[in-house]
């Protein structure tokens, strides 16, 4: 079951402008994380925000989360080409001992140079 | 290097086939996942396994199998019994405790022809 959907399903932007995905999810989380995939390749961890925070930053990279909206955001600040890929959410579900991580659908980045 | 290595690259299966799926890890993690992703969407989990000997079936387990016999092996047998197998097969593994960061393969595509 796939618990996060993603929004918008593909954004093209031009290099430098910022990009903004958006995921949301259905059950409580212990925590939600973001990773990334070049085309034809493995997924990338890129920032990792706990259900008890609200907001989180890495290098260009801006993490939100809403709890009472079972939602969160990524920023993308000055984009560049090499961001172009797909993005995921993935949550980790707040009372599951298993650990399992649960994908959205993907944002589909296309940085125009 | 530590990582994780997926072999082969590309897979091609005649109907009928099984076939088995490497994945390898010099991470030391204790446990590691299979995940199946389809054109255009996120990822779907197949099995996982916390610890040696051990493995659980996740979301779309029918006709697959995995062992695990070893820490630093997961390999992911597709069944005759699989109707629907070509896709894009990812293997993750993550340390012990943590907030579930997944590190991921390059991942193989396989076609059934």
């Known amino acids: 079951s796939q618990q996060g959907e993603e929004d918008p399903q593909a954004l093209s932007i031009q290099e430098g402008e910022n990009a903004t995905m958006n995921c949301s999810y259905k059950?409580?989380?212990?925590?939600l994380q973001w990773y990334r995939q070049n085309s034809g390749r493995g997924l990338v961890h890129l920032i990792l925000?706990?259900?008890?925070?609200r907001e989180k930053h890495s290098g260009r990279l801006r993490v939100t989360l809403d709890t009472s909206k079972k939602s969160s955001s990524l920023l993308i600040t000055a984009s560049r080409a090499a961001d172009t890929a797909s993005y995921f959410c993935?949550?980790?579900?707040?009372?599951?001992?298993?650990?399992?991580?649960?994908f959205g659908s993907g944002t589909r980045l296309l940085v125009r140079p | 290097d530590g990582g994780i290595t997926q072999s082969p690259k590309y897979l091609f299966r005649k109907e009928g086939q099984n076939v088995t799926l490497s994945c390898e890890q010099n991470?030391?993690?204790?446990?590691m996942y299979w995940y199946r992703q389809d054109p255009g969407q996120g990822l779907r989990l197949i099995y996982y396994?916390?610890?040696?000997?051990?493995?659980q079936k996740g979301d779309i387990a029918e006709g697959y199998s995995v062992s695990r016999e070893k820490k630093e092996s997961f390999p992911l047998t597709v069944t005759s019994a699989q109707k629907n197998p070509t896709a894009f097969y990812l293997c993750?593994?993550?340390?012990?405790?943590?907030?579930?960061?997944?590190?991921f393969g390059p991942g193989t595509r396989l076609t059934v022809l």
């Open positions: 991470l030391n993690h204790d446990a």
């Open positions: 059950t409580s989380i212990n925590n």
């Open positions: 993935a949550t980790v579900p707040g009372m599951d001992s298993s650990y399992k991580l649960i």
């Open positions: 993750a593994s993550r340390t012990r405790g943590g907030y579930n960061e997944q590190f």
């Open positions: 396994s916390q610890i040696v000997n051990d493995f």
């Open positions: 925000i706990r259900s008890n925070e």
